[in-house]
């Protein structure tokens, strides 16, 4: 009588997820569709200025105000999606990937290999992040793209190890052992029987990680590590602002509003591929 | 385990209480003590003031506007020179001053400033600071009682204006530049701890020689942040503010607030970089292109709207309030004029992206500018957009490393700041600081024969109106060949709380906290 | 355990050689010469003379390894220059900054534990339920905020309008620490009440708390016996990596409120290039994370019996 009970639950929270998880793709697709057309989308030139229309409040004319330079803001927003998701993006795609396949490889072969890119990694993450990014910036020159790779560079050992681990766990399971005894060779042993199961909770990890990729990006931009002017990006645009709060708070609650907006987005969608993926709710699967 | 868990939530409880109990916020007047903060965001490393020391790069700013030191005469906001340490300075023959000490003055630790001490201070200001040995061109000296006589390598016809900047506060050279650097001045107010891109302690100067100081205790914030100070003038935690963003002015203009304000000759200018090893040399030397960048900056658009009318367009390096600042003229903001002159000179747009292109060579500029002066950043956006209407890109690299990377001449094309150009009332500074050969920060590397001509002339002309004339004729010559451009004078202001009294502007820029402050 | 320790201690030096033979590459190609750098304004005229002998002086004439084992050398005698700027001892510096930063960790840390661990477990026991979602958003929200937009709110808040809290440090006091304290905190709780609540939740799910509940043992008793003893693991680990990182200073934060600490100095550095100041602030950093790994791991140790019994690999 009991079981039965609890399977029904189970089942009903199953579906309640997948809900869940469908109805988060589909924001997350409409996101990623906005922001891939913002230029078309956007009703104004969001780099034309117009010194007669500065710092004018929303309005049907402009739906979000105008910057101190009379620049459409809304069309700022929009366009500035496309630097600071897109960015966001790429900077968790790359950490993940390099992440995982160094992460794999170190805890499948293990050994010196294993040893010094643990070091390599622990060099990384003791690092401070800004003394990288100055460096970087000093040598390449400020940007967007300079930030992402300062953060990439420190950023990506958190995956190598979340893979590592979870290859360990996996190397040691009775499925790989039958398998390595049915004269799977290596390649095939990760390929087939490895990377297919840590990819759940990187995933995870991933997801997660947007929205504190995008504050990070965000906050180098504040420190002038960033994006350049007058590049649209939320986290510049959000520092230039500021000084506004009090006097002109659309100039700062606009792009505010967007990247709230954006890393809820991705973490809700996150948590709910980690319930998901979660072996406890998948009991009636 | 459960001791664990029981520390941890009494330390939690502690804690939570602490935080909801420290919650006063009178302010600091103990035992019936004046005290006055003031915050600053132009007080750090950045505009190398990272200390006091009159003798150390720029620090002697702060040295004389927080009232450490004095200068032996004083500016006027006419430009006019004033009595102040000296009684009088009486020029002898060309190359020789002799300067009466007053002789109530004494220094902060109640040493009595003669003669002997200013010319120790002096000599050693010469032998440590280049800028400036450079201007005062002191030869030698000789003291004698309050009598200090100097004379120069060559005329200096302003040397009393040169004694006025801040470098020449006089210092006790006995004390020298101590360790912690608290110098010992002569002003109401005496240094207890200097920690640089954070404060200034002062207290009350006992020993003052020009009347009784009000305040009893001083404490100048470094703020950096613009939003900080004026949340922290808002809260009363400062009880004035110098270099707020004007985009927060709107927050005090109510009867709790007050405003001193005065018309500097503070200008946002630019200097094009000619050194030849520049790669965007070939750019930057071609007369056109610098036309059109004079051309294609908004000037009146940036006063009105983004210096929210705080200030006023420039044509030369000066004022026109200044008899030297008169009679120049250059070109105004004309899109299509711009258009036209680049145009001609072969600069077109061949791929369609809206930037030209000549031989092969994108017509694209690297402006450097920095972001302790708040709007020179928007002056850097602004003009961004508008060269870029006229087909010249603009990247733009707003650091607070600026003037390193401002003498390494392969990293920018065009350099902008906002100095104070006639604060010593007198032409020759500007010149001899930014267009000479022999120019310390002339990082754009430029040389005109006419130019140097005239400044030799400048240098024996004792005539205030000969030197105006020359002046402009030198200002003219810049801003022909365009390499210097000109945009907007401030309007400089500093806000305070409704019960400060005896803080006031000033055209040089150089005087802040006298003995004359008072808050009730 | 000891040798463990002692083993994990040793890893430490090649790390620390590491790093700061990799800051000190990079400044040195970022950088401008320290030389035209420091005489700049404090002598006068400069001559190539000049600039050859000071070269000479400070061994810059030498080969990048040369220098770097020189100032290796120095450093382990106590010597760690001076800064660019200032032109006091970095060592001193660095040591002033210390206390503001400390402070900021320690309140910023108590009031994440305040914060996270009740609303967190409160979340995980009505799970699903209206309180669950309300604390759920509340913690959304908190992470969505970069951390200078709180502070401002926090300002405008707390110092302008209830004029509780000074906007500017005044020193290193309780009263000054509360708001960028606060900034932090926040931002700490809304990710570690998700965490607590996960573990909770996961605890709560095992069969001894069924068990628990069979034998009429008072649900409270449980939740503190057990529960939370068992997710005082994951707590710790957290709470401890976030003192590492605190103590590295928090950059942004501290600028804004005029914290004078670690973190502040290293944007100023930063800024200014002052790379002696910067290469200190790197050797600081690594210290922290390689020492906070080491504690994690041992509380781990002391905490989680089966891997103190060596019943599982590490």
Known sequence: MKDTVTVRVQKVKKSGIKTRLIFFLILVAILLLVTLFANQIAPYDPYAQDLSRSMLPPSPEHWMGTDRYGRDLFSRVLVGAQTSIFATLALVGVISL????????????????????????????????????LAIAALLGGGVSNAVLALAVISWPKYARVARSQTLALKNSSFVAAARLSGSTSGQMILRHILPNILGPILVTAMLDIGTMMMELAGLSFLGLGA?????????????????????????????????????????????????????????? | MK????????????????????????????????????????????????DINPHYAYSGWPCIRYGVGETLMKIAD?????????????????????????DAVCFSNGKKCDAAAVKACLEHLIEVHERAADNLKIASMEADGQKLTIVTSEPNPILMNYLSEAYGCIIDMEVGIPENGCVVGTGPYVATEVVTDDHVSLVKNTNYWDGEVHIDEITVRTISDGDTLAMALQSGEIDAAYGMAYASYPLFENDNYKFTSIQTSRCFWGMVNLHVENPGYAIMSDPAVRKAIALGINKQGFVDVLLNGYGYTATGAFPDSFAFGQGVNTVS????QAKAVLEQAGWVDTDGDGIREKDGQKLSIRWLTYPSRQELPLLAESAQATLKEIGIEVQINSTKDHNSIRKDPTQWDIWVSANVNAGLG??????????????????????????????????????????????????????????????????????????????????????????????? | MKHYAVKRLLQLIPILLAITFLSYGMMRIAGSDVVEQKMENTSGTVSQEMIDSAREELGLDKPFVVQYFTWLGNLLRGDMGTSYVSNKPVFSTFVSKLP????????????????????????????????????????????????????????YLFAIRLNWFPVISRGVSLQSVALPALTLAIAMSAKYLRQVRATVLDELSKDYVLGAKARGVKFSTTMIRSVMKASLVTIITLLTLSIGSLLGGTAIVESIFMWDGVGKMAVDAINMRDYPIIQAYVMWMAI???????????????????????????
């Open chain 2, 78 to 102: 006419d430009g006019s020179l004033q009595p102040w340490l000296a009684e009088s300075a009486t020029n002898i023959n060309e190359t020789s001053w002799e300067i009466m000490i007053k």
């Open chain 3, 100 to 155: 503001a930063t400390l402070l900021l960790t320690l309140v910023s840390i108590f009031l994440t534990v305040l914060i996270s661990i009740p609303l967190g477990i409160w979340s995980a026991v009505k799970q699903n339920r209206a309180t669950d979602y309300v604390i759920r958003t509340a913690s959304f929200i908190g992470n969505s905020l970069p951390n200078f937009f709180v502070s401002l709110l926090l300002m």
């Open chain 2, 3 to 50: 001791k664990i868990l029981a520390l941890l939530l009494a330390l939690c409880m502690v804690l939570g209480l602490a935080a909801c109990g420290s919650g006063s916020n009178a302010p600091a007047a103990s035992g019936g003590k004046k005290t006055f903060v003031f915050g600053d965001t132009t007080f750090n490393a950045e505009n190398e003031e990272p």
């Open chain 3, 288 to 314: 922290i994370y390689v020492v906070f790994n080491l504690i994690t791991d041992l509380s781990y140790r002391f905490l989680d019996p089966r891997i103190r019994l060596g019943g599982i690999e590490q």
């Open chain 1, 228 to 285: 350049q002017p007058p590049t649209a990006e939320w986290g510049n645009m959000m520092s230039g602002g500021r000084s506004m709060l009090q006097t002109y708070p659309w100039l700062v609650l606009s792009p505010g509003f967007a990247i709230f907006l954006t890393v809820v987005i991705f973490n809700l969608l996150g948590d709910t591929v980690r319930d998901y993926m979660d072996p406890k709710n998948s009991r009636a699967r």
């Open chain 1, 98 to 133: 390099f992440g995982t396949v160094v992460g794999t490889l170190c805890g499948y072969y293990g050994g010196a290999l294993d040893s010094v890119v643990m070091r390599i990694s622990d060099v990384c993450l003791a690092f401070p992040g800004l003394v990288f990014a």
């Open chain 2, 426 to 520: 007198d032409p020759a500074n500007f010149f001899d600081t930014y267009c000479l050969d022999a120019s310390i920060k002339n990082s754009g590397g430029h040389h005109s024969d006419r130019l140097e001509k005239l400044a030799v002339q400048l240098r024996g002309t004792f005539d205030p109106a000969a030197r105006a004339k020359i002046a402009v004729e030198m200002q003219q010559e810049l801003l022909d060949d365009n390499s210097y451009i000109f945009c907007s004078f401030l309007r400089m202001s500093m806000i305070m709380q409704k019960g400060v009294t005896g803080l006031e502007a000033h055209t040089c820029d150089f005087y802040e906290l006298t003995a004359a402050l008072d808050i009730n």
């Open chain 2, 333 to 336: 903001y004309d899109p299509a």
